[in-house]
């Protein structure tokens, strides 16, 4: 049984998606400067589509996108799950980020709008350095998958405005 750490609203994870990231625990990749350790373990609450659609139903007016963050024991449930979303909620895309370099085989993943593949390499840094060994990969409207990593390193840095105050204030 698929278990979850917790959860955010994410702004980064997805190219141009609101997403719901779900922390998904029991990682079996365990790669060396991983930023979730804690992931590691099997901890936190059974992730089943009761629970799943709990979550998505309560921040749906607010999300565009949900994401598996992990789940790599489990690819055949996390593609379930996946598949689960887009029947009931068909204005939701869904997304997958696992540490395996390539897709598990006999798991169908049409059901995914985005799949991150690649184990997590300290020395190559993450989607945003050009050096990565990990891919981001989004299904087009046609069916043609296409990498879109390079989306990453192009908004690495986002600039922050700074807005005058009002001098009454």
Not at 155 to 162: F, S, T
Request: a negative charge; charged letters at 25%.
């Amino acid at each position: 049984m698929l278990k979850y750490a917790n959860f955010d609203i994410v702004f980064q994870e997805v190219p141009d998606e609101v997403t719901l990231a779900i922390n998904i625990s029991n990682c079996p990749n365990q790669c060396p400067g991983c930023h979730s350790k804690y992931l590691w373990d099997n901890i936190g609450k059974d992730l089943d589509f009761n629970e799943l659609n709990r979550l998505v139903s309560h921040y749906e007016s607010g999300i565009t996108c949900v994401c598996f963050m992990g789940g790599d024991n489990e690819p055949d449930s996390v593609s379930e799950l996946a598949r689960k979303i887009k029947d009931s909620h068909s204005n939701l895309k869904t997304a997958w980020y696992s540490g395996k370099n390539d897709l598990p085989q006999n798991v169908p993943t049409d059901h995914f709008d985005y799949i991150k593949l690649g184990r997590y390499m300290a020395e190559l840094g993450a989607l945003d350095s050009a050096t990565t060994n990990q891919r981001m990969m989004k299904r087009l409207a046609d069916g043609r998958v296409k990498d879109i990593t390079e989306w990453f390193q192009r908004n690495k840095h986002v600039e922050v405005l700074e807005v005058e105050k009002n001098p009454a204030e």
